[in-house]
Nanobody, 120 residues
Framework: EVQLVEAGGGLVQAGGSLRLSCAVS????????IGWFRQAPGKEREGVSC???????YYFDSIQGRFTISRDNAKNTAYLQMNSLKPEDTAVYYC??????????????GGQGTQVTVSS
């Protein structure tokens, strides 16, 4: 059974940092793009960042250089370092194994999400 387990979410004050992790089991993701997405209450899910199998990274405009995506293929784990957090970053954050396109609709597998709440 394939599982993606996000961890690292929580409550943080504006300006603070969190590091999310996405541990994948039952599947070797070396050859796949990994993406982070988020969904705020009442809003559509949106892209945050993706990293290709070769380590190329892509960030959506809303991130504005505050987040860093990385992956450790030996651990089958991806990470999202989030700095300078803002209240508008509050959302449930999801990771996904993707078919190369940085889009939730192109996921092979998706996680259940971890809540990030940024207080002002």
């Amino acid at each position: 059974e394939v599982q993606l387990v996000e961890a690292g979410g929580g409550l943080v004050q504006a300006g603070g940092s969190l590091r999310l992790s996405c541990a994948v089991s039952g599947f070797t993701f070396d050859d796949y793009t990994i993406g982070w997405f988020r969904q705020a209450p009442g809003k559509e899910r949106e892209g945050v960042s993706c990293i290709s199998s070769q380590g190329s990274t892509y960030y959506f405009d809303s991130i504005q250089g505050r987040f860093t995506i990385s992956r450790d293929n030996a651990k089958n784990t991806a990470y999202l370092q989030m700095n300078s957090l803002k209240p508008e970053d509050t959302a449930v954050y999801y990771c996904a194994v993707l078919r190369g396109v940085c889009s939730w609709q192109h996921r092979v597998y998706g996680g259940q999400g971890t809540q990030v709440t940024v207080s002002s």
